[in-house]
């Protein structure tokens, strides 16, 4: 157990709609990252928050977009949702001492977009 | 760019072999960090071992091995007689400071009874 959570662990939902997935860092943790893991991108970085600030930005889709609220937990917003957005989407956290600090990963989102 | 290379998508032993999972990076930095984590069947990720990129000392942690070459670019993993429970897939990743990890596209370990 990384000590990161994430809900909910499934989520079934129809194209159109809007979605968000929310992650709880490890104790002590101020940085927070979101990862999207597909079938055909594999696992792609898609933003970083620290401390309640965006840090950096990966290969997000405008239709997403992510907040880190100020106890630390981050939500990830996934709207107009289309079939390629079925992925399982990760919430990783560190201590953000350094940006190269050990990421530790939540058991995931499955997302899957009917 | 920096690009991790996992080129063998799937292995399969029988258990007790060992078995050695390699990695390729590319990266023009000089300082960098590089992963590799576990992802088993049921989903999560697993953080497994953290290098940077002035340590080239090889760790060995059970039946876990590292061995880090910068004059070939390479991160391999080797697993010590390998069992049922050591199936999943592997990745290896890089962070070069972009603040992000990039990951290779994975290994798939089967271990056979």
């Known amino acids: 157990d990384s000590g990161v959570t994430q809900t909910p662990k499934h989520l079934i939902t129809a194209t159109g709609q809007r979605v968000t997935l929310r992650c709880s860092p490890r104790?002590?943790?101020?940085?927070v990252y979101w990862y999207q893991q597909s079938l055909d991108q594999g696992l792609q970085f898609l933003i970083q928050?620290?401390?309640?600030?965006?840090?950096a930005k990966g290969n997000i889709l405008e239709r997403f977009s992510a907040q880190q609220f100020p106890d630390l937990h981050s939500e990830l917003n996934l709207s107009s949702l289309e079939l390629g957005d079925s992925a399982l989407y990760f919430c990783?956290?560190?201590?953000?001492?350094?940006?190269?600090?050990?990421?530790?990963f939540g058991p995931g989102t499955r997302l899957t977009v009917l | 760019a920096q690009k991790v290379t996992q080129a063998q998508t799937e292995i399969s032993v029988v258990e007790k072999e060992d078995v050695t999972l390699d990695c390729v990076y590319e990266?023009?930095?000089?300082?960098?960090?590089l992963f590799w984590y576990k992802q088993p069947p049921s989903g999560e990720l697993v953080f497994l071992i953290r290098?940077?990129?002035?340590?080239?000392q090889n760790e060995i942690s059970g039946r876990y091995s590292w061995n880090f070459q910068k004059s070939t670019s390479s991160f391999n993993f080797t697993i010590t007689a390998s069992q049922v429970v050591d199936s999943a897939v592997y990745f290896c990743?890089?962070?070069?400071?972009?603040?992000?990890?990039?990951f290779g596209s994975g290994t798939r370990l089967q271990v056979q009874p």
């Open positions: 928050y620290y401390n309640g600030e965006e840090r």
């Open positions: 104790s002590g943790d101020l940085s």
């Open positions: 290098r940077n990129s002035f340590d080239e």
């Open positions: 990743a890089q962070f070069t400071g972009r603040r992000a990890l990039t």
């Open positions: 990783a956290s560190s201590a953000g001492t350094s940006d190269a600090d050990t990421q530790y």
């Open positions: 990266t023009r930095d000089t300082t960098y960090y």
